[in-house]
């Protein structure tokens, strides 16, 4: 018996919408274009000129600010500064925001509302966030009062002033801004593991270390990438809490790419802060496709 031949359909394609479409989506393809990809643009072509910020007449002068910038003992002060940063913060942020996702994760009576309570200081802004913690981190701020009334007199600093304390001043108030948003990742993460796993684990003798290791951070390894990835990428761009609380003070202890480049610009070397931005733009591209591999290959592995 011959079996019919079934007729393929023949699939139309239509651009029926496309147009009404793309209006729609040409408010945020218009503001992308304006606010970025020009200012990249121009920020890699300024990048070969010794331009000012003022006079147009400016010159064409190829790799010079380039072959200056990478022999700048303050440039790779500021590069070195910001990876410190960058790794302290994804160490104490990440390790902090998956104890207080465990916590959260155990039904605690309101946990939602300590939920949204630590999410929030992620939604104020960076500058706000630098003069609050300016003025906890001063003389009669929060922390000394509170050394103070406890009897530690000997403690009491200004702990922005200090070169030994600087830096860990600024980490904490930059954890605290985002603890909230790593911790609310790796509860989402935590309420997808079937809870019949660690039952199982359980009934086989498993301690708490052994699920640990064995069930739940293996099968974290999506939001720990996605933690990981977006703290390190916000932290070499990180500018406006280190500006408004140090600006880079002092001695240079908190200087970062980003506020370097700033101060460049103010003296009149927008060319050659150009040629920092390309730097700083191209030392996120390296890191962020080695984290992604990186983490890519954890994720094949568990």
């Keep these: 018996m011959e079996i019919e031949s079934i007729p393929k359909r023949k699939i139309k394609t239509t651009y029926d919408g496309f147009y009404v479409f793309l209006l729609m989506l040409l408010p945020a393809l218009v503001i992308y274009v304006i606010f970025f990809l020009l200012p990249v643009i121009g920020s890699f072509g300024y990048s070969f000129t010794n331009f000012n910020g003022i006079n147009m007449n400016y010159k064409f002068v190829g790799l010079r600010n380039y072959r200056m910038m990478i022999t700048d003992p303050q440039f790779i002060q500021s590069l ?3 990876f410190v940063f960058s790794i302290l913060v994804i160490l104490i942020q990440n390790i902090l925001g998956f104890l207080v996702a465990m916590l959260l994760h155990e039904k605690l009576k309101y946990g939602a509302l300590y939920t949204a309570l630590l999410f929030l200081p992620s939604l104020i802004p960076g500058v706000v966030v630098a003069y609050l913690w300016t003025y906890m981190y001063s003389m009669g701020g929060f922390f000394n009062t509170l050394l103070e009334s406890v009897g530690l007199d000997q403690l009491v600093q200004p702990w922005l002033g200090q070169v030994n304390t600087a830096m860990y001043a600024v980490i904490i108030a930059h954890v605290w801004r985002f603890i909230g948003r790593a911790s609310l990742l790796f509860t989402a993460n935590l309420a997808t593991i079937p809870s019949s796993m660690k039952e199982a684990a359980m009934i086989d003798g498993a301690g708490w270390w052994r699920r640990l ?5 293996p099968m974290m390894a999506p939001s720990f990438s996605v933690n990981v990835i977006t703290s390190f990428m916000g932290s070499l ?10 600006d880079g ?3 240079g202890v908190t200087e970062t790419l980003g506020t370097y480049i700033i101060k460049l610009v103010r003296q009149g070397y927008n060319g050659y802060a150009a040629a920092g931005s390309v730097l700083l733009v191209i030392c996120i591209l390296i890191v962020n496709r080695s984290l992604v591999f990186g983490f890519g290959q954890w994720e094949k592995r568990v």
Excluded: E
């Excluded at 290791?213 to 951070?217: A, P, Q």
């Excluded at 761009?237 to 140090?246: L, N, Q, S």
């Design 249 to 251: 003070g002092p001695a």
């Design 237 to 246: 761009k990180v500018f406006d809490i280190i500006y408004g609380m140090t």
């Design 213 to 217: 290791t064995h069930i739940i951070l």
């Design 80 to 82: 070195i500064n910001t």
